[in-house]
């Protein structure tokens, strides 16, 4: 058990919807980031926050977007979803911001799109 | 454009054999290269990571070999157990200029340690 929770852990609804996913960090830990995790794109970054901050961000899509709220637990909405958007999604927290400090990973959310 | 190449897609080896999983990267920016372990169901796993400060590093059954003037990195699994059976990802990243660090991942290695 990394430490970092993740919620719901499967999740499924339809196109057009919009789903949001939710992350705990371990204790301790103020930088929180999502990836995706599909069979044809493989684990890509999206997004990282840092005490409430932005600090990174990589192929996320305009219909997602994220936030770390101030108790550091960090929620990532995707809207206008599409059969595409299927995939696990992860959370992984660390200490600190920069690359060097290990990133321990939740269990994810399965999102089924249908 | 995929920055991180990894290779092989699925590696099979005989219990007590050598693993060994390869990674190329383009961007000379990355400073940190980790290498991951998942299972099914679960959530990616750090294993072993390096800096490109050093050629080798080990820690007990792993290994991670780099080659900076190549651009490449590999994971060496000495006396494989079926236990190692796991998808292995290697990743590269850098500390971005706002702080960010943006982990590049490969795209895994699906190995099968049989008995």
């Known amino acids: 058990d990394s430490g970092v929770t993740q919620t719901p852990k499967h999740l499924i609804t339809a196109t057009g919807q919009r789903v949001t996913l939710r992350c705990s960090p371990r204790?301790?830990?103020?930088?929180v980031y999502w990836y995706q995790q599909s069979l044809d794109q493989g684990l890509q970054f999206l997004i990282q926050?840092?005490?409430?901050?932005?600090?990174a961000k990589g192929n996320i899509l305009e219909r997602f977007s994220a936030q770390q709220f101030p108790d550091l637990h960090s929620e990532l909405n995707l809207s206008s979803l599409e059969l595409g958007d299927s995939a696990l999604y992860f959370c992984a927290s660390s200490v600190a911001q920069g690359a060097g400090n290990e990133q321990f990973f939740g269990p994810g959310t399965r999102l089924t799109v249908l | 454009q995929q920055q991180v190449k990894q290779s092989p897609q699925s590696l099979i080896v005989q219990k007590g054999g050598i693993s060994i999983i390869n990674c190329a990267y383009e961007n000379t920016a990355f400073d940190y290269f980790p290498w991951y372990q998942q299972f099914p169901g679960k959530g990616p796993a750090l294993l072993i990571a390096i800096r490109p400060d050093v050629s080798e590093k080990k820690e007990g059954r792993f290994t991670i070999s780099f080659n900076k003037s190549a651009k490449q990195f590999s994971l060496h699994i000495m006396d494989s157990q079926p236990g190692d059976s796991a998808t292995y990802f290697c990743a590269a990243g850098h500390t971005g200029g706002g702080g960010g660090n943006k982990l590049t991942f490969g795209t895994g290695t699906q190995l099968k340690v049989e008995l």
């Open positions: 926050y840092y005490n409430g901050e932005e600090r």
């Open positions: 204790s301790g830990d103020l930088s």
